[in-house]
């Protein structure tokens, strides 16, 4: 690991130990046994302390981190208790660095490399514009989906590397509809995003089949030094490609799925499909359109059924029809 | 546990079952610590949730010795007497206890907040560290 790339974790350790509201005024003996923890190596005082001055006063930073010390709590805090360095945003700097990346990353058009990150570079790009407006009088002039903050995106990195080394985890997972705590082990094999939402996809031993973990759910976790396993291609692909969302109905399989939709929910549809499966099977005079997918059953799909319940109609399968009608008579009891 | 001391070893524990409210999920053995991980579910027996918070003695019993680990950090958890109080039923809440490194060869261990103590201190009986069960850390 590069020293800048280190020097950067470390001043996102100290942050998140200053901002910790459950144990607040940490030490320095604290701060250095966490960087110590979570950077696998030691650091002396004088490492940390540099680190605090540099987030302090540092103009490259930028941070300006209003960190203080009470002698009375013998810790340090921040005086402005809202200040975090995730919400610092870019500087002049960081944007023309940004900018000259963007410029190299440009000359690789047409290459497969190109193809691979085009989707990743479209949405930098965006957010790139949506920070620099031509006219900087005009103020913002694109506004992007983005969620104020990303519970869980601090595992980002890991599970990328243990993806890409094929490296199996263990993390604790707490499941927002069992209301319960696990330690699960994972072969992970994809990182999906699905509505500015992270997820993991793999194999868990302890349930014995592919399942997603949303990341704002997982607690610390650690690398394996054991087997990888690995899924059979067939059934991952079915996994990846197959699903709308990122939570498979269990138990079922690739199916047909049809819904009879408005002309002003066909409209949308045609023009922004749900799925690369979509297909119009027939359009009525008055605009109706019949449209099937070919996908494994998702609680995402579902949920997107229910919120346009007004605007169409689930005609296959059955089972799902029914579901889908349940659970909006549920839902209209809770509105009494 | 495993026997070689310069090795971290995690031990997963989904299965292990106690009559103390937090779920003990997993142990993790280094040369310089043992770590324990709980996870902890608001119950609907009290109004908002209750509360809880954690005995600044808690402690690893070794049972084949008796020696005793006395808890060194605590993160995530109140020490007591201050509590955090849960606002829902619904709350829930991770936390970890830090211990001295353990000994070589332990099989069984004890985490006692309170001895003898009731259901609502985090008393963890006959823990198994058993080689079969300990998985090595990268």
């Not at chain 1, 974790?9 to 130990?17: F, L, N, T, V």
């Not at chain 1, 089949?209 to 997982?218: A, V």
């Not at chain 2, 106690?18 to 009290?46: E, H």
């Amino acid at each position: 690991m590069s020293l800048t790339k280190e020097a950067y974790i470390r001043y996102k350790i100290i942050d998140a130990c200053i901002s910790n509201s459950q144990e607040p005024y940490p030490t320095m003996d604290y701060l250095i046994d966490a960087c110590q923890e979570k950077l696998g190596h030691e650091f002396n005082k004088s490492t940390i302390q540099k680190d605090i001055k540099a987030m302090k006063y540092d103009e490259l930073l930028g941070f300006n981190a209003p960190i203080k010390f009470s002698k009375s709590n013998n810790g340090y805090y921040y005086s402005d208790p809202k200040y975090s360095i995730n919400k610092i945003p870019l500087n002049t700097t960081d944007i023309e660095a940004i900018n000259s990346a963007l410029e190299l990353i440009a000359e690789f058009k047409g290459t497969r490399l190109n193809e691979n990150i085009n989707h990743a570079l479209e949405k930098v790009l965006t957010e790139f514009k949506e920070y620099v407006p031509k006219n900087s009088s005009q103020g913002k002039i694109i506004q992007t989906d983005a969620p104020p903050s990303h519970k869980g995106f601090e595992h980002f990195e890991f599970f990328y590397n243990a993806t890409s080394q094929k490296i199996p985890v263990c993390f604790v997972h707490y499941s927002y509809s069992k209301r319960k705590f696990n330690s699960v082990i994972v072969h992970p094999y994809m990182l999906k995003e699905f509505q500015n939402h992270w997820y993991v996809v793999g194999y868990s031993e302890n349930h014995n089949q592919l399942r997603t973990f949303g990341l704002d759910r997982i607690y610390e976790p650690l690398l394996l030094k054991k087997d990888f396993i690995e899924a059979p291609t067939a059934q991952k692909v079915e996994y990846f490609k197959y699903v709308y969302g990122v939570y498979p109905i269990p138990k079922q399989k690739r199916q047909e799925i049809i819904f009879m939709v408005k002309p002003i929910l066909g409209d949308y549809l045609l023009a922004h499909p749900l799925h690369e499966t979509q297909h119009i099977k027939k359009k009525e005079s008055n605009g109706t359109l019949i449209i099937s997918l070919d996908l494994i059953p998702s609680k995402e799909l579902i949920n997107y059924f229910l919120s346009n319940a007004n605007l169409l109609k689930v005609l296959e399968p059955k089972w799902m029809q029914k579901e889908v009608t349940n659970l909006h008579l549920s839902a209209a009891r809770n509105e009494k | 546990m495993k026997n070689n001391p310069n090795i971290s070893f995690l031990y997963n524990l989904p299965e292990y079952k106690s009559n103390a409210s937090p779920k003990l999920l997993r142990i993790t053995t280094t040369p310089s610590y043992t770590k324990v991980d709980f996870g902890y579910q608001a119950t609907s027996y009290y109004i908002s949730g209750g509360w809880v918070r954690i005995e600044k003695n808690t402690f690893i019993r070794i049972v084949k010795t008796g020696e005793k680990l006395i808890v060194n950090r605590i993160e995530n958890i109140p020490i007591a007497p201050q509590r955090l109080d849960f606002t829902s039923t619904k709350d829930w809440l991770y936390f970890s206890l830090y211990f001295p490194p353990l000994p070589k060869d332990i099989e069984i261990i004890d985490l006692i907040e309170a001895e003898k103590g009731d259901t609502k201190d985090f008393n963890y009986f006959k823990i198994e560290l058993s080689q079969n069960n300990a998985i090595e850390l990268c």
